[in-house]
């Protein structure tokens, strides 16, 4: 077997492999739950220089759909809040509070107050419902296009360099490039499926607290009407005493 052979072989699944690292970033920046590489991008003009928010910050994870953002000084709180918005302008941003304890210079035990952004993923509700299922379809069908396309080109390359092989191995190879393709084609819809769910869950979440809500609402009408009934009979019952 030619030395270029396996060498197309090894590039076409690096390809492959690139194309679904992409569709899977890509996936991770359409924020249903708090994703950590969702933050990579965010860069915070601090002293006229752009500086990675990893940089000027601690970044932990409250829960799947919250972030804490603590600044390593705390006049850089006001540019981080802006380096978040103009990347995430959905994250729903508030200034808190914390009490840590902890020791000072002397080894002494105390009480410190630092102030953190909280970043907090929005609700899928109807309008981001539709938005982050185009944006998915879009990323998929880019993904799903760019690989058949590697495929197409590896072919191309391919057949000129099986000339004089035996049928025997032209067959193996076959079947290694079929394999090959299948599983990152696996791979790019279990990324896709799991995303897909992700939004259903989280807009299914969104629609039950709505109906919730409502409920919840009809409650406290239905209960204030009997209230009003029962204050109105007591004064009628009242009256009627005179």
């Avoid at 860069?43 to 990675?52: H, Q, R």
């Avoid at 804490?68 to 508030?94: C, L, R, T, W, Y």
């Avoid at 069908?141 to 495929?151: I, Q, T, V, W």
């Avoid at 989280?202 to 409502?214: G, K, L, S």
Wanted: charged residues 35%.
């Amino acid at each position: 077997m030619k030395k270029a052979v396996y060498i197309e072989f090894d590039q076409y699944g690096e390809e492959l492999s690139g194309h679904c690292a992409r569709f899977a970033y890509r996936l991770m920046n359409f924020c249903v739950k708090a994703e950590e590489v969702a933050l990579l991008p965010i860069e915070a003009m601090i002293d006229g220089d752009l500086v990675k928010l990893d940089e000027c910050s601690i970044v932990g994870r409250k829960d799947d759909y919250t972030f804490m953002i603590i600044p390593n000084f705390a006049e850089d709180m006001p540019a981080i809040a802006q380096g978040v918005m103009m990347e995430h302008p959905e994250f729903k941003q508030s200034m808190e509070e914390k009490t840590l304890d902890t020791v000072d210079e002397k080894g002494q035990s105390i009480k410190k107050n630092i102030r953190y952004l909280l970043l907090k993923m929005p609700e899928v509700d109807d309008e981001r419902y539709k938005v982050l299922k185009n944006g998915v379809e879009l990323c998929y069908n880019d993904c799903k296009a760019a690989m058949e396309l590697a495929n197409n080109k590896f072919d191309a390359k391919l057949t000129p360099l099986l000339a004089g092989e035996s049928d025997a191995d032209i067959e193996s190879l076959k079947n290694v490039r079929d394999k090959v393709n299948t599983e990152w084609g696996d791979h790019r819809e279990k990324l896709y499926h799991e995303k897909i769910q992700e939004i259903e869950d989280a807009h299914n979440n969104w629609m039950a607290d709505r109906v919730e809500d409502t409920l919840t609402r009809l409650q406290d009408e239905d209960r204030a009407k009997h209230d009003d009934y029962s204050t109105h009979s007591m004064k009628m019952g009242s009256d009627d005493e005179f």
